[in-house]
């Protein structure tokens, strides 16, 4: 069955530290991936995506995500955190032959100023 | 801009109690979709429509029903409320067009039943 997995379920940082919060899928074809953010009391917004090409995605605020086929991977990076970054995070995997996405249970993001 | 509009905010039911939640999307997309969203569970799809008049279950859907009547409109209803229904409840549609796959959310609906 189909599955995305953020082991990670609160992370914290410092102002001006690197990021990079985790995510593995389970699929049997290439998928389609999705980073997405939503910051307290917002909707969802897309980061970046990733279909086909290049693995590495840059995204909106940025951020960037690197397609691992070998790993199942697509981790979510940025080098220097700002405190507007504190929000929740969701991986997130398309199924084009299902039309429909499978989420990751979320990873929250904290700030230390 | 796409735009998926979802008619409430807040909602706060009793316990037993019909609730409807409305969904409308402006783009004439085939594909909508229907997540309640709790802490440390992520999105969970209750249900999701390819067309008018079709539905399939998502991974959630006892307690729940939805209605596709008109394509820009997906309504999903809790014939009878009950408290552990409470939750953050997002609608999405999705356009799939060549290498194009993206879903559009909603606001959200934050759903209490008392």
């Known amino acids: 069955a189909q599955s995305v997995t953020q082991p990670d379920i609160h992370i914290t940082v410092s102002e001006g530290a690197s990021l990079e919060l985790r995510c593995n899928y389970s699929y049997g074809a290439t998928p389609y991936l999705f980073w997405y953010v939503q910051s307290p009391g917002q909707g969802l917004q897309l980061l970046l995506k990733?279909?086909?090409?290049?693995?590495l995605v840059q995204g909106i605020k940025g951020f960037e995500a690197e397609f691992k086929r070998s790993q199942s991977s697509f981790n979510l990076r940025k080098p220097s955190v700002h405190w507007s970054d504190a929000a929740e995070y969701f991986c997130?995997?398309?199924?084009?032959?299902?039309?429909?996405?499978?989420f990751g249970s979320g990873t929250r993001l904290s700030i230390r100023p | 801009d796409v735009k998926v509009t979802q008619s409430s905010r807040y909602l706060v039911k009793r316990t037993g109690e019909k609730v409807f939640l409305e969904c409308v999307q402006d783009?004439?997309?085939?594909?909508m979709f229907w997540y309640r969203q709790d802490p440390g569970l992520g999105l969970r799809l209750i249900y999701f429509s390819y067309d008018v008049k079709m539905k399939e279950k998502g991974d959630i859907p006892e307690g729940y029903s939805v209605s596709r009547e008109k394509k820009e409109r997906f309504s999903l209803i809790l014939e009878s409320a009950s408290t552990n229904q409470t939750s953050m409840y997002l609608c999405a549609s999705s356009e799939t067009s060549g290498s194009v796959f993206r879903e559009y959310f909603g606001a959200g609906t934050r759903l209490s039943v008392l």
């Open positions: 997130a995997v398309g199924l084009p032959s299902a039309s429909k996405i499978i």
């Open positions: 783009m004439d997309h085939e594909n």
């Open positions: 990733y279909f086909s090409g290049d693995t």
